[in-house]
């Protein structure tokens, strides 16, 4: 064990940053391409059919997480409550939070990106 206690944050640090990258890493041949018919439906079944000024349309589960590309699992978020959303979203405990059976599947789906 090293007795030096700025090689042990080094080695804590080291550990930590492993970690992260091994949870951040998915499948590389997925892609997680959300569909612009679907999100053209959901502003027209909500009143926008151009969109809602200062909102994004978001999805309650992610894509990442295995969130489908639907409008049940589509909603109008103020850009900055997206931009905190963003932030811990695609982690376990994120998709946890916000994945269900209703706006999910247990893997991840690949759709067709351009």
Not at 57 to 68: E, K, Q
Request: charged residues 20%; glycine residues 6%; hydrophobic residues 30%.
């Amino acid at each position: 064990m090293a007795e030096d206690p700025f090689e042990m944050i080094k080695i804590v640090m080291l550990l930590l940053l492993a970690s992260l990258m091994i949870m951040s890493t998915h499948d590389a041949n997925a892609t997680t391409c959300r569909s612009s018919s679907v999100k053209h439906q959901f502003d027209r079944e909500e009143g926008y059919p151009h969109g809602r000024n200062g909102y994004i349309v978001d999805h309650w589960c992610s894509l990442f997480c295995g969130g489908i590309d639907s409008t049940t699992n589509m909603r109008y978020q103020t850009i900055t409550a997206s931009k905190k959303k963003d932030l811990w979203e695609n982690t376990p405990l994120g998709c946890k939070k916000t994945c269900t059976s209703k706006n999910s599947t247990p893997t991840r789906q690949v759709f067709n990106c351009k």
